[in-house]
């Protein structure tokens, strides 16, 4: 099995701010690896797939990129209601999910 | 609009049955591969099964693999959980996800959840 290990696990920023959280993979997952976010109380949300495509109707301050094991999320200029956990997902053997890394807005 | 609206959770005894169901609205169902990922209270997520879009395939994760079966009817545009043996660590909020585009790796759709909880 891949495990994904997601840093930081926690992130607190201000809005305006640059917020980049990193994904690391135990083996390569070429560039199958997405990103959600998701807020209390809902559903996941799908923001990016095979590494740094935007999913329908993401903002463009969501951005991937990465590949092999090492990846990352850049939310470029923090908006109050990007508060949230945000999980990798690798989709290359089987289908498994990093831990979470909780990013609040101060 | 894509809609999948769980339903079935429910409280049960360790050993027993549940069965969780999917209803799917606002797309072609009968052309996507279909999946249930699970959340513990304040964990994270798990991914549980996953279904060919014309029902032949199934796969399982390793800790559900024996007792869980996922099923499709698509003449209804519903997904199945069939859960047995039921264990205290099942217990989360299961949600039903639709794949995105043509393959398996990622979820585009997910619904707002069935909670089980397994106790005695």
């Known amino acids: 099995e891949i495990v994904l290990t997601q840093s930081p696990a926690t992130l607190s920023l201000s809005p305006g701010e640059r917020a980049t959280l990193s994904c690391r993979a135990s083996?390569?997952?070429?560039?199958?690896l997405a990103w959600y976010q998701q807020k209390p109380g809902q559903a996941p949300r799908l923001l990016i797939y095979?590494?740094?495509k935007r999913a329908t109707d993401i903002p463009a301050r969501f951005g991937g990129s990465g590949s092999g094991t090492d990846f990352t999320l850049t939310i470029s200029s923090l908006e109050p209601e990007d508060s949230a956990v945000y999980y990798c997902?690798?989709?290359?053997?089987?289908?498994?999910f990093g831990q979470g890394t909780r990013l609040e807005i101060k | 609009q894509v809609q999948l609206v769980e339903s079935g959770g429910d409280v049960v005894q360790p050993g027993r049955s549940l069965r969780l169901s999917c209803a799917a609205s606002?797309?072609?169902?009968?052309?996507?591969?279909m999946h249930w990922v699970r959340q513990a209270p304040g964990k994270g997520l798990e991914w549980v099964a996953l279904?060919?879009?014309?029902?032949?395939?199934?796969y399982y994760a390793a800790s559900v693999k024996g007792r869980f079966t996922i099923s499709r009817d698509n003449s209804k545009n519903t997904v199945h959980l069939q859960m047995n043996s039921l264990r205290a660590e099942d217990a989360a909020l299961y949600y039903c996800?639709?794949?995105?585009?043509?393959?398996?790796?990622?979820?585009?759709?997910w619904g707002q959840g069935a909670l089980v909880t397994v106790s005695s």
């Open positions: 996800a639709k794949s995105h585009g043509g393959n398996y790796k990622y979820f585009d759709n």
């Open positions: 606002g797309f072609t169902f009968n052309t996507y591969a």
């Open positions: 279904i060919s879009y014309d029902g032949l395939n199934q």
């Open positions: 083996q390569s997952v070429s560039s199958y």
């Open positions: 095979d590494a740094s």
């Open positions: 997902q690798q989709g290359t053997n089987w289908l498994t």
